[in-house]
């Protein structure tokens, strides 16, 4: 199993591009989260879904947008970036809400 | 509000020595509690779950207790390793039906040194 992974690794942005950060897992999990993590701050929850078909938001979700057509994929998208936006952007997913199993990250700056 | 906080912000010990990391929550009603390592440049891992109902966990090294009480938890780590060096983050869920929003520490961040 590769388990949670996302692209790109890095990517740098120009104000007002969009993007859009992959995530995918293995483990047939149905729960998903996008997290960002700022430097000395805690994990804060963007958007998640507990099923194909279903997202809900988090914390921090203006600027972003999430789809979940398959239990694999779970994409964010970012239409309009902001410098606001720089982060690094973790996916995780977990069986039943419980445990979660994180990628590798995505480090993002908007320039 | 829903708060996790934890002590210290950063550590640095000698190699083979033990260390202790805490987290106070003001997250209620309460379901359990996670401690997990974050090497840097990956995503965080697991080391431990803690329940209402648990005292103490191990796994390996690692060594969490939970005082449900005063809502305090530590994670001793005992004969420390330069692979110990790491972000470790406290993770609280809270217990309200039908959230899956969990509450993430700062993290403390470890340097073991030879």
């Known amino acids: 199993n590769a388990g949670v992974t996302q692209t790109p690794k890095f990517r740098i942005l120009k104000i007002g591009q969009s993007m859009t950060l992959q995530c995918t897992q293995d483990m047939n999990h149905n729960y998903m989260y996008w997290y960002r993590q700022d430097p000395g701050m805690g994990l804060k929850l963007i958007y998640y879904?507990?099923?194909?078909?279903?997202?809900d938001k988090g914390e921090v979700p203006n600027g972003y947008n999430v789809s979940r057509s398959t239990t694999e994929d779970f994409p964010l998208r970012l239409e309009l970036a902001a410098p606001s936006q720089t982060s690094v952007y973790f996916c995780?997913?977990?069986?039943?809400?419980?445990?979660?199993?994180f990628g590798p990250g995505t480090r993002l700056t908007v320039l | 509000k829903n708060q996790v906080e934890q002590s210290p912000q950063s550590l640095i010990i000698l190699e083979g020595k033990n260390c202790t990391l805490q987290?106070?929550?003001?997250?209620?009603?309460?379901?359990?509690l996670r401690w997990y390592k974050q090497d840097t440049g990956r995503g965080p891992v697991s080391l431990t779950i803690?329940?209402?109902?648990?005292n103490t966990k191990s796994n390996g090294r690692y060594t969490a207790t939970l005082d449900a009480d005063t809502k305090q938890s530590s994670l001793h780590i005992t004969a420390s390793q330069l692979s110990d060096s790491a972000s470790y983050i406290c993770?609280?869920?809270?217990?309200?039906?039908?959230?899956?929003?969990?509450?993430f520490g700062t993290g403390t961040r470890l340097k073991v040194l030879a």
């Open positions: 987290c106070n929550y003001t997250v209620s009603p309460f379901s359990n």
């Open positions: 995780a997913s977990s069986p039943s809400g419980g445990e979660q199993f």
């Open positions: 803690m329940t209402f109902s648990e």
């Open positions: 879904s507990v099923g194909a078909g279903i997202t």
């Open positions: 993770v609280v869920r809270p217990s309200t039906s039908g959230t899956y929003k969990y509450i």
